[in-house]
Every structure is written in structure tokens, then in C-alpha cells.
């Protein structure tokens, strides 16, 4: 290991931490992509080093898990507002949120209980003819369900559909663009900041992944799993 190579790197990112860490969560949390945190940091720091932040807190916020749901599912934090009744008298009523997101649906119902071990998922297939519309299936199972609880698989992981790919190359490229070309600039733009380092991820299925989805199914470019925690519901989507 050459030794002052391995400090010099880990001193920069340290300065690139403290300097726009916590602008590059912020800027996360309202739904900029990789591209358009690193043009609105004041400190210039580089695409891979902004990358690495938001992918730890995508991680973290549990936008994006490694694993395959139920194995590690989020848990809104627990919060407690103040309310007052007519007499004047206050109390305390704890809530549980969803990681903050700039989109609708983030709140878990107050009431839901998450499972217990064993976890007995009730498997369904998609059927246009009898389930509708796609994106109108899954708005509807992340309100019953909750938002921060629902999430679909990705395989992008062989794809290399980030054009700064570390390996330097770009495999399956006529695939990749299969799969880009039915979706609009935000959405491809925000598939490529994301480092997708193993061959399935799942995604938090916000609005924007429930769009993305719903073309790259209409396209028939994509196959793949939507969970729903809370109500124990697996929807498998055929390619």
C-alpha cells in the first residue's frame, strides 16, 4: 500500500465529507439526481467522491437495500407531538414517519404492526386484464401498504448504465440502451448516478420508481419483484 497516497485520499475525503455531506444528504432527500447535487455544491467536489456520499445514504435511509426484503426492512423513526384538547389540557401522541422524501405516501400508518418471524409472503402475478394499469397497481398497494414498506428489485447491476462506470467500460451496450431509451432525461439520469455494485438491488418504490417501472414494463425491457411488507404481498412482474 503506498502509504501516502492511501492518507492523502483518505484526508480528501474527509474534507469533502465536511465540506458537503451534509448538502449532498439534503439535496438527496429532495429528490436531486447525482448530477444536479454536484452542480449545485458550492464546494467542487468530484462526481465519485459525491457519489460515494449519496450512495452510503441511500444505503442508510434505506431508499436502497442490498438484500432482498423482509431480511433487513426499515422502521420509520419513532416521533411525539404535542396536541391540545378543547379543555386546554396537552398530551403527547407518538407517530412513526418515513425517512424524510419529497414524495407523497411517505408516512406509515400509525397503526401498522410489522410482521414477526416466519414471514409468509402471499405471491400474486401481474395481470394487466385483471389488476390494470401498472403504475396505478402500485400507487395503490404503496397506500395500503406504506411507502417506506414497498419496494421492487432492480438488475441493473450488468448493465454499467452509469457512464462513469469505474471499470471504464460499458458491457451490454445495446441492452443498456433498450432499457434507457423509454424513460425521459430526469429518469435516466437518475438510474445512472446510481452505483449499482451487485446484480440486483431494490429500490424504494417512490413515485419516480413507480414511474420508471411502469415504462420499463411497457417497454418490455424489464421483469422483476414489487414488495409490500406490511401486508406481506409479493407482485411478481413476468418480462
Same mark, same amino acid.
Given at each position: /500500500? ?31 439526481? #447525482? ?10 467536489? &468530484? ?7 449519496? /450512495? ?9 437495500l442490498r438484500e ?49 418471524? &416466519? ?35 432492480? &438488475? ?6 452509469? &457512464? ?40 424504494? #418504490? ?9 415504462? #420499463?414494463y411497457e417497454a ?20
Amino acid at each position: /500500500m503506498d502509504k501516502p497516497n492511501y492518507f492523502q485520499s483518505a484526508l480528501s475525503s474527509f474534507v469533502t465529507e465536511a465540506a458537503c455531506g451534509g448538502a449532498v444528504r439534503h439535496l438527496a432527500d429532495l429528490g436531486y439526481t #447525482l448530477d444536479q447535487i454536484v452542480a449545485r455544491l458550492d464546494y467542487p467536489a &468530484p462526481r465519485t467522491k459525491v457519489q460515494r456520499i449519496m /450512495m452510503e445514504y441511500l444505503y442508510e435511509s434505506h431508499v436502497l437495500l442490498r438484500e432482498e426484503p423482509p431480511k433487513s426492512w426499515p422502521v420509520g423513526k419513532a416521533q411525539y407531538i404535542q396536541e391540545q384538547d378543547a379543555y386546554g389540557r396537552r398530551t403527547m401522541r407518538k407517530i412513526r414517519n418515513d425517512y424524510i422524501s419529497q414524495f407523497e405516501m411517505t408516512d406509515v400508518p400509525e397503526m401498522t404492526v410489522l410482521p414477526q418471524k &416466519p414471514f409468509l409472503w402471499k405471491e400474486l402475478v401481474y395481470d394487466r386484464g385483471r389488476d390494470g394499469k401498472l403504475t396505478e397497481l402500485l400507487h395503490r398497494k404503496c397506500k395500503e401498504n406504506g411507502e417506506s414498506l414497498s419496494y421492487i428489485s432492480c &438488475p441493473f447491476g450488468e448493465l454499467d448504465i452509469d &457512464p462513469d462506470s469505474r471499470n471504464g467500460e460499458r458491457r451490454n451496450t445495446k441492452t443498456v440502451e433498450e432499457v434507457m431509451s423509454c424513460l425521459n432525461g430526469r429518469q435516466r439520469e437518475y438510474l445512472q448516478g446510481i452505483r449499482w455494485d451487485q446484480p440486483v438491488l431494490y429500490h424504494r #418504490l417512490d413515485q419516480r420508481m413507480r414511474e420508471i417501472a411502469g415504462k #420499463l414494463y411497457e417497454a418490455k425491457v424489464y421483469g422483476g419483484v414489487c414488495y409490500f411488507i406490511a401486508i406481506q404481498e409479493k407482485i411478481t412482474l413476468l418480462p
